[in-house]
């Protein structure tokens, strides 16, 4: 439930803290740590990889919060033209309504303005923010909420894990640096928010455990982008089906109550109203957002090979789909077992919702 970033900059035209040269990713330096994709998989192949934002999981909260706000706020006012146009000719109060009414509109509507402003950053703008990482011309395009594409070398980025300390929450962040290589000139995230316990936030320790999800995801893509898709497609069992459509109602139910799904039960339950909440703002924002579309140019040079083994990409489901079948079948292309269970065999006990956790702490 973290929107820095969408709601708020992240900070630029500054230095590199000391926290993030210690805490620094580097990319050709493989972590001993399982890759868990983290749902985070919108299309795979072996050009390029494409994954959803870090806000995509939560998608509906700040659209629930914005319209209920939104929503009170418009009955109260209603409420109290009601009550001046119902009250009795000879009640007479300390105050005239027309000058109550006035008072009361003029302090809602600086909340009203800040919620619809949160409104529009969720919908009636886009239903994902995309990012693309490309093996082959070695470039990472990132879809800005604005609409326009940073793109940028992967070598060139410097990847550092990033720390939300409102939440305590940790994310891995893509710098962009001047050429003094000191100076952040823009930021981007990717998908995987999570907590981290004090020994993996602890850098001089140098090295993950096993519930370190965030470094866990950025070597999902590190290994995509170093070793090729072979070394990470087993891993891949969803894909996220929005590059092209809306997602289903359902899809959204499913991806949001995956947020929990690992959750002990006495915390799902307390949980479950307000996911329940969120997945039907979630539907709403969907509906009034726009596809995003890569420019022709970036398309270009991510052209797929004919019979390529490696393209995955979700059904209307989610269900990941072989776009050549044949082709991976002769190459043993497939998913095999969940993350951190690679036992071989093919995943897919209990509810579609604890299947699409794939993990454990999801966000």
């Not at 972590?31 to 870090?54: A, F, G, R």
Request: some cysteine; hydrophobic content about 45%; charged content about 20%.
């Amino acid at each position: 439930m973290e929107f820095s970033g969408l709601i708020t900059k992240y900070r630029a035209h500054r230095p590199l803290t000391e926290q993030e040269r210690a805490h620094q990713l580097k990319q050709k330096l493989s972590l001993n740590v399982e890759p868990h994709y983290q749902l985070s998989v919108i299309k795979m192949n072996s050009t390029y990889l494409e994954s959803v934002d870090k806000w995509f999981a939560w998608k509906g909260m700040i659209s629930a919060i914005s319209l209920v706000v939104i929503g009170m706020c418009v009955a109260l006012f209603l409420a109290m033209v009601h009550l001046s146009l119902t009250r009795a000719p000879d009640f007479h109060g300390e105050t005239d309504d027309g000058t109550l009414l006035i008072i009361v509109g003029v302090i809602m509507l600086p909340l009203l303005a800040g919620a619809s402003w949160l409104l529009l950053r969720e919908s009636c703008a886009y239903t994902h923010y995309p990012m693309r990482f490309n093996r082959k011309t070695r470039m990472v395009h990132v879809f800005r909420p604005n609409g326009t594409v940073l793109s940028v070398p992967w070598e060139k980025l410097f990847f550092t894990l990033g720390h939300m300390p409102q939440w305590d929450e940790w994310e891995v962040r893509g710098h962009v640096l001047e050429p003094d290589n000191q100076t952040v000139l823009e930021s981007f995230a990717l998908s995987y928010v999570g907590s981290l316990s004090a020994s993996d936030a602890n850098a001089t320790l140098g090295y993950s455990s096993a519930d370190d999800f965030v470094r866990a995801h950025w070597e999902f893509v590190r290994r995509y982008m170093e070793d090729g898709p072979q070394a990470v497609t087993d891993h891949v069992q969803f894909c996220m089906p929005v590059a092209t459509l809306r997602e289903r109602f359902t899809v959204g139910v499913e991806r949001v109550f995956a947020n929990i799904a690992t959750a002990n039960v006495v915390l799902y339950w307390l949980l479950f109203p307000v996911c329940l909440v969120i997945s039907l703002f979630r539907f709403i924002a969907m509906r009034t957002s726009k596809i995003p579309q890569w420019p022709s140019e970036i398309e270009a040079t991510c052209a797929i090979a004919p019979g390529d083994p490696y393209v995955i990409e979700g059904d209307a489901t989610g269900e990941r789909i072989a776009v050549f079948p044949d082709a991976a079948r002769a190459a043993g292309v497939g998913f095999k077992a969940a993350p951190g269970k690679r036992t071989g065999a093919t995943a897919g006990a209990g509810t579609k919702s604890a299947r699409m956790a794939c993990a454990k702490k999801q966000r």
